[in-house]
């Protein structure tokens, strides 16, 4: 597992373009038969990934110091990829493009499957310490609820800016309390309307959370500039198809395309308020 320390932003705006995204960049997540996982110190959140041509073992790895990886941990994960099985403890989720999942802290055998290895399921995890157990379930936008998956509530898909501003998108809330319950993870997924390239804008920090973004449903040549670092110290990276960003409380999230896209959020810290943030006006920014 790679482990990245926290950055202070007094450092971070001397930072050149190679240790920006050195610090903050995620690349080569989705490595077909692999799992691939980034500690970072920020709230010591992992970022990772796993895409199953045979079925893939989630171990703890030296790192954690654990018998099993989600000891102390709790589990959100989004399939970018193809139908896909999650077998938790011998328990077996289905899910399909865009499906997630919760897995609550204490569970011990985690195993990942493509139902197709040829168009393998490409599973997107986010993970962070937990003092609980809370229930595991699968996560669906639409469909029938059951005793293990979850629909996401109307209230919980917040349609949001306009093509005016260039920011027209929906952000779909999976994990979040009164949805899915979790110790400290809050997750979802927002998308933008065809002709709308930023996300996040008018954008905004939080003191009480950090945030993890994977950028996807782009093809090879797009990109996206996220921009980072303190209102009046702006940054930015240069981020492909599948890669993701680690953001610091501190720092502003937010990105313009060359074309629409969709991308993943995670939080974890302090608190659960989605609407917690420290709002940034765009005359401030510099
Ligand atoms: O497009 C957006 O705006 C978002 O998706 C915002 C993120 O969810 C976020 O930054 C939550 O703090
Ligand atoms: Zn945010």
Redesign the pocket.
Same mark, same amino acid.
């Given at each position: 597992m790679e482990v990245r320390t926290a950055a202070s932003p007094k450092d971070v705006k001397h930072y050149t373009t190679d240790r920006l995204r050195e610090e903050f960049l995620i690349q080569d997540l989705f490595i077909p038969g692999e799992i691939k996982l980034v500690y970072s110190h920020i709230d010591r959140i992992i970022t990772g990934a796993a895409v199953p041509v045979e079925p893939l073992t989630l171990t703890a790895g030296a790192e954690l110091r654990a018998n099993y990886f989600l000891e102390r941990r709790e589990m959100g994960i989004i399939n970018v990829g193809g139908k896909g099985t999650v077998t938790v403890d011998g328990k077996v989720y289905t899910l399909d493009y865009k499906d997630g999942m919760y897995i609550g802290k204490g569970a011990e055998d985690i195993i990942f499957a493509s139902v197709d290895g040829a168009e393998p399921a490409k599973f997107y995890l986010n993970s962070a310490p937990a003092h609980t157990s809370y229930p595991t379930v699968a996560i669906k936008m639409e469909g029938e609820a059951s005793e293990d998956t979850v629909i996401i509530k109307d209230e919980n898909k917040v349609e949001?800016?306009c093509l005016e501003e260039s920011?027209h998108?929906v952000?779909n809330?999976y994990i979040l309390p009164g949805q899915v319950e979790s110790c400290q993870l809050?997750m979802?997924m !927002?998308a933008?309307k065809p002709g709308s390239v930023?996300? !996040?804008?008018p954008?905004?920090t939080?003191d009480r959370?950090m945030?993890v973004?994977l950028y996807f449903e782009m093809p090879e040549d797009a990109f996206v500039m996220h921009y980072m670092g303190e209102p009046q110290e702006t940054r930015h990276l240069v981020v492909r198809n599948e890669e993701a960003i680690i953001s610091p409380s501190w720092s502003i999230?937010?990105g313009s395309g060359s074309r629409a896209y969709t991308?993943i959020?995670g939080?974890v810290g302090e608190n659960q308020e989605?609407t917690d943030?420290d709002a940034v006006e765009n005359k401030e920014l510099r």
């Open positions: 949001l800016g920011n998108r952000i809330k809050v979802g !927002t933008l930023w996300n !996040t804008m954008c905004h939080h959370r945030e973004y999230h937010a991308f959020w939080m989605f943030m």
